[in-house]
């Protein structure tokens, strides 16, 4: 006889468990990875970027572990940082900033695609 607490949960398979699947694909990647390894030793190199970038990105990832990265706890996912605010402009509200040219000069009238050059 269920439990009253225990009324909106499913009765779980014992395969069904995460840690078992979790366990599953590091094994196996593991031995993906070996595999990799062994053909480039056997001197197929273009597997090379297959053999560099994933531990690469293990330690980019066990850096960011290690330094604090990652969410806190006390802010939730869709909450803006800074108060939600965009900077203001250095041209001030509701104007857009001046352009520049790259040569310092003011940009002057050009020839436009309907008015052809006249040989000089």
Known sequence: MARPDDAGRRERR??????????????LGALFYAFIVTMY???FTAVAPLVVIPPVLFGLIAAN???GGGRAYGRTAGRPVGGGQAPISPSG???PAPVEPANGRAPGPGPS??????PI
């Not at 014992?14 to 699947?21: I, L, N, Q, Y």
């Open 14 to 27: 014992p395969d069904d468990a995460g840690g078992v699947w979790i366990i599953t694909g590091i094994v």
């Open 41 to 43: 030793v056997a001197g």
């Open 65 to 67: 572990n290690l330094l």
């Open 93 to 95: 509200p509701d104007r």
């Open 113 to 118: 695609a309907e008015e052809p050059r006249q």
